[in-house]
């Protein structure tokens, strides 16, 4: 079955990021400008949270917080969850599904390789099904 590291092989590893103590404005125009729906939260090379449009949403907007008064330390998601290169897309879904997230930090050896998306695991997961069914209609027709 299709592992992380293949999707990373076909996505590449570009890594968006942020310090925890930037505010929550320079955030948000990052994520616009990148056309991404979060960043990760670093602490030089140290993964220390997520933060993504939905806690804009929910921890400054709903709030009525002011964007450029807010650190992104205090709306990130911390710790985020992470998973390895090695991880099977379906367990990946599964995680992102019972979880209600929708970017996965890639983490080897303790460093961050990557980021998966929730769009990266839907169509990994509608591809690996579409072959599944080749491969049986192969069968059934031979």
Do not use: W
Request: with cysteine.
């Amino acid at each position: 079955m299709r592992q992380v590291k293949h999707l990373l092989e076909g996505k590449g590893s570009q890594i968006f990021s942020i310090a925890p103590d930037a505010q929550v404005l320079e955030a948000i125009k990052h994520m616009a400008e990148r056309r991404v729906g979060a960043l990760l939260v670093m602490r030089g090379e140290q993964l220390v949270g997520i933060v993504s449009e939905r806690d804009y949403a929910r921890k400054v907007i709903l709030q009525g917080r002011s964007s450029a008064q807010t650190a992104v330390s205090e709306i990130m998601s911390s710790p985020a969850l992470t998973v390895g290169p090695d991880t099977d897309v379906f367990d990946c879904m599964r995680l992102c599904t019972d979880s209600r997230i929708r970017h996965l930090p890639v983490v080897e050896k303790n460093r961050v390789v990557g980021v998966i998306s929730i769009g990266d695991l839907v169509k990994a997961v509608i591809d690996a099904q579409a072959e599944q069914i080749e491969q049986l209609q192969r069968y059934i027709t031979s």
